[in-house]
DNA sequence: CTAGCAAATTCCGAATAATGGAATGCTTGA
DNA sequence: TCAAGCATTCCATTATTCGGAATTTGCTAG
């Protein structure tokens, strides 16, 4: 399918500039913008002009390099502390379950456990022990260990956050409960892109989730692909955790 | 002077349109938008169609309220994570420091601490402890009460502040070390909006601070304009503390 | 169940805004 | 001091954006 246009050419470039300055913390000249972004110097100057004044842009220094402004920082940010972050993750989730047909969740991390924010169930559902507001142990579900494995993105703050939240209780015969060895499992998740919940926490049911980061170097939540374990060979696991990846990197 | 247009009509509009939906974080709808905009309906919605186009504003629901989107959220953070705030926050010291013709400082909290992170001295510039890098206690210091006032927005925080932080070191004759009238205090460096350091610090040195919010709940820093006590009258001081937090609600 | 109403969306002729190449200005380094 | 390179400005030209009117959609009340 054709990519279709923006509506409004001059507003997608303004966005474009901005998306391409937000990619350069130590700020970025007109000259590297306007290579980067294929843009005539004077068109990307005027427009860089229209979001300086609003404060979108800034340019502390005359001629000097481009930053994002305190406006577009502010109103992100003012946004985002009082927003319903289900509200712009509940897309992915509907796209989730259309696209795998089974049972989808997001979460958050809270202590030792996750909290369930949100839910899809497929058509084929399945009974399980997740409810939306109610909690589950961390280190035995997919959202949790992909919420671990980069909250605590090495191997000592994940040993510190076991002894703070420990003992791990043993939920099933799969179930990792000694911190060394999640911890060497979650090196593998990290590396992965994707955890995976292979009866840990419930027998018979098995799960896929990705972290979700919104820009920021730790999770803000994760998302999930749960089904029965007769639905989800290692082959379709596999082939749930890249789609779940891209589908995450594509939306959020 | 009269105010200056933008140089890019369209693209003003779009940043005018994000900054309102941003004040609305349970969503708005295009009717209330057009309203409190001033803007037609129909130039509206293709605006909103072009944000919503580069994920910069977001329709979870088709004929919904409109919500900032994802990429918008998600190039803020990804920013603000790796950037320099001293970045940001300079001109506005610059613009202090020349309108009161003082030196001027942008400082963080950290623990029981200030952290100096920049200062622009004036002309007429007196011997201070603050460097650059430098740190200080935080109950007797302007910009380390603007900062306590905000992050911890109660009695009871700063109370648990202290006991962790404490005991409060005597600096000068006038430095508050009790904890409860320390609280008391900054309720109404609360009410003002600025907070004041009458020679708590260093005896002859007066200083007016406020906080630095960026759109959040907390503040992300606290920038302060120092004087000797001879150029700050109780009436100079009320004229900064306002002059100041103007300014600061105008620039960051 | 249907009709009316209000909000959202689409259409398209008109006109205004945005474009970008060329020229100019500024700063830095040799 | 001069040249080079980046930033900024100018203005004739192009085409994008505009917004009122019409249409569509969804919800509510009778």
Known sequence: MAETQSPVGSVDRALLILQEIGKHSRGVTLDELATRLG???SSLHRLLGALKHRG???QPEPSGPY?????MLATAFRFYETMDLRTLVRPLLL???DEFAETVHMAMLDGGEVVYLDKV???RSITMTSVVGGRNAAHCTGVGKALLAWTYPTDEAIKAWAERYGPLATRTRNTITNPAK???HLDQ????GYALDLEENEPGVR???????LGRTAPVAAVSVTAIKDRMSPARLEEVGHNLRRAVAEQV
């Open 207 to 213: 799960c896929v989730a990705a972290p979700v980061f």
């Open 189 to 192: 998740v990290r590396q992965r």
């Open 95 to 97: 796209r989730l379950s």
């Open 182 to 184: 999640l911890a060497t």
């Open 67 to 71: 930053f994002l402004g305190t406006e």
């Open 121 to 123: 169930e497929a058509v």
């Open 39 to 41: 843009l005539p110097k």
């Open 56 to 58: 979108f842009a800034a």
